[in-house]
């Protein structure tokens, strides 16, 4: 039995010395005798707990930052009215800091034989699954001196999908994406691009791009048009080992990493090219393969949803040989990892020439911004200090990505604001030179 503050007068008689009423305990409760009958009719009026039916309904996803509304029904199949608090417990990070307590808690009022609906609204703070703990109801007399308490599990999940703050890029480079496609004024020329149609020559234009045989036939100089290849074959790999764990400002690594795949995939969907996903440290932690162009996306912001960076170092010919299994033919190699030093000239460099050799390869990675203003640090000797050491790491990922280079990969280094962006300019130079 839970009492509620009402009995506090109760309480408090009871935390009174003994010899203010009786020798003994037994004449305490003879004086109060008038309230405790009254407790314990309020309690045995409480409708009961252990009844009570719940049914759940409402959303079963929801975007990182957005609001869901999860509603819970409630059924009082006894004949006592039901005045009940009831708390829908959810993981911590299921709302914002300092909001759980009013979001979850519920004043209910449900007749005999009725039910009622109550709406909690989740507000996650981080991807992933959460799932619903428990429901806990305090049911209370028509008085209000005492309550019956229990509770219920009552399952639901939510998953809390990427946030894909990158879609606002996506209109300016579909811009660029219609221009390379032909749809605009602009036609570009490349190795390895598809024949369009025939125009009239102008000056500038690639002698190499003439139609000799169309000249013949015709009074005037006639070159070949070209558009960009479609149904070319994308595979991004996320390093999901320990140093996709790191944050830069208030984003991991590892999410930074995935609104730039979502950006990626959202443009070569548009272009007409296929986009598989696999990542990956020690073990194939999420994979998304053969997917229409219309599904990819939702597949993929699924598949993201749960993935967690692993606090493990990435086992490089693991990568190496996942990835070389889920390109069987030639492909744009994006993998998304750091450029620290270490990782790089140890891990990746020496099973670097398995992926250039059959595929082209774009590493991209995410680059912290105060070490940016680290180095421009002036003033003070603590400054200098930090100004040192910041040019220091600049040049050391400098002269990482000069060896990527040097094999022939192409190296996106941004911020984390700025790499989705980036990655996406980086896959329409590759498209507009033919390297696909």
Not at 211 to 231: G, I, N, Y
């Amino acid at each position: 039995m839970a009492l509620t503050g009402r009995t506090a007068l109760l309480a408090a008689l009871g935390s009174l010395p003994v010899g203010l009423f009786a020798s003994s305990w037994a004449g305490i409760l003879a004086v109060n005798a008038p309230l405790s009958l009254a407790i314990l009719c309020d309690y045995a009026l409480a409708a009961p707990v252990r009844t009570l039916r719940f049914t759940r309904s409402g959303d079963t996803s929801v975007r990182l930052g957005d609001g869901a509304e999860i509603h819970l029904t409630v059924t009082n199949p006894s004949g006592r009215s039901l005045r009940a608090h009831l708390r829908d417990a959810w993981p911590p990070s299921s709302w914002l800091p300092g909001t759980e307590q009013a979001a979850s808690r519920h004043e209910v009022l449900v007749p005999a034989g009725e039910r009622r609906r109550l709406t909690t609204v989740l507000r996650p703070t981080r991807r992933g699954d959460r799932r619903a703990e428990r429901v806990t109801v305090r049911s209370f007399g028509p008085m209000g001196l005492a309550a019956r308490q229990g509770h219920h599990e009552v399952p639901w999940t939510v998953r809390v999908l990427p946030p894909f703050h990158s879609r606002k890029h996506l209109p300016s480079r579909l811009a660029r994406l219609r221009e390379l496609d032909g749809r605009a004024s602009l036609l570009t020329r490349g190795e390895g691009t598809e024949f369009d149609s025939l125009r009239a020559y102008v000056p500038g234009d690639d002698t190499r791009s003439i139609d000799w045989r169309a000249t013949a036939r015709q009074s005037a100089v006639a070159v070949r048009t070209w558009r960009p290849e479609r149904d070319r074959h994308i595979l991004v790999v996320l390093d999901t080992g320990r140093t996709s764990a790191g944050r830069v400002g208030d984003v991991p690594r590892l999410d930074a990493a995935m609104d730039a795949t979502l950006l990626l995939a959202a443009l070569a969907a548009r272009a007409g090219d296929r986009l598989d996903l696999l990542a990956y440290d020690r073990r194939t932690r999420a994979q998304v393969r053969g997917h229409a162009a219309g599904d990819v996306l939702p597949a993929l912001v699924n598949a993201l949803a749960p993935l967690e960076p692993e606090l493990v170092e990435t086992d490089a010919r693991g990568l190496a040989a996942a990835t070389l299994k889920n390109a069987s033919r030639r492909s744009l190699i994006v993998l998304l990892t750091t450029l620290d030093a270490a990782p790089i000239e140890e891990g990746l460099l020496p099973v670097l020439p398995q992926l250039t050799r059959r595929h082209t390869v774009l590493v991209a990675s995410v680059a912290d911004p105060h070490v940016e203003k680290m180095s421009r640090g002036r003033g003070t000797a603590d400054a200098v200090y930090e100004a040192a050491a910041g040019t220091q790491a600049q040049a050391q990922r400098r002269r990482t990505a000069e060896q990527l280079q040097r094999y022939g990969v192409t190296v996106v280094d941004a911020t984390p604001e700025n790499l989705a962006s980036a990655l996406a300019d980086a896959y329409l130079a590759l498209k507009a030179a033919g390297r696909l």
